[in-house]
DNA sequence: ATATACCCGACTAAAATAGTCAAGTTTACG
DNA sequence: CGTAAACTTGACTATTTTAGTCGGGTATAT
């Protein structure tokens, strides 16, 4: 099992932005640097953390991201989910009541993945962006 | 984060195995037709299980695989390195002192990560086969 | 004016995934 | 003995996903 690289850099510029408390705007530009990652995908990273009101944006020079909420409220699952990053180890379309083998009863196996998804979707929702900064 | 399907069905083989408990050997073709896994997709998942002694082989007529342990011994974990499934959501190598950016530290989201892994694996290693079979 | 910085759709090389194909070997059973 | 059932093994492939890049915008502080 593997995390994308989209959402490992979106949690790691997020917590980047976070860590320089003053709110003044901060540029991809700054982030990219500070980070090393590359600053065209970080656009495309916070369109998406954008869209999803997790960053706001503020055009022109000087300007930049703003977080719109605090860190100590922001949820890891937040950032996911703006990222369509999600968490999903069952083989079949969960909300069909087909199972993954094409049949019309849910395989053996079901709820074990089943489980295993509330099992990880509970470290993201129980972890807030501020955790990962005071370090 | 996707679960791969050579792993799901390596679990839900060995749950059908293990759900019938007359120790006779289980042949491939007969778990193909009970849980819709293409037979030749089975041979190449055993053939992992095998070397790393989760089952062994009976070949022959009448032949087959049977489990080598106990289904209330077997971890998921075991299974899930007999594949090469490995959690793995950090972006860097684990083993170097370097970090997912090629610096020569880690990032500010590596022991977030690590956590993460912990977290998963931990489920992997507290599930037994047989906890699937009961239901 | 102009440089800085966000905005956004399209594109692509490379890797991973989910299998299939083909050609064996071994052994129970009639 | 012959044969079918069943395991063994390596190679091959189509499709999808990933991890970005490219290129052309628009807004705004100075
Ligand atoms: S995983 Fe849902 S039916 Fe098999
Ligand atoms: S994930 Fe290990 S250094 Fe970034």
Redesign the interface.
Known sequence: ???N?KS?YA??AL??MA?FIDNKPVSLRDISLR???SLQYLEQIFLRLKKNNIVKSIRGVKGGYVLTKDASTLKLSEIFSALD?????T?CDNNSKKG????STK???H???D??DV??NA?FEN?KLE???K?
Do not use: Y
Request: include cysteine; proline fraction near 0%; hydrophobic fraction near 40%.
């Open positions: 099992m593997r995390l690289s490992r949690v790691m917590a980047d860590s980070q090393s990652i990053e999600n968490v999903k180890t083989g993954c083998n094409g049949r395989c053996i196996t709820n074990l993945w489980e295993l099992h990880i470290f972890k955790d990962l900064i370090n």
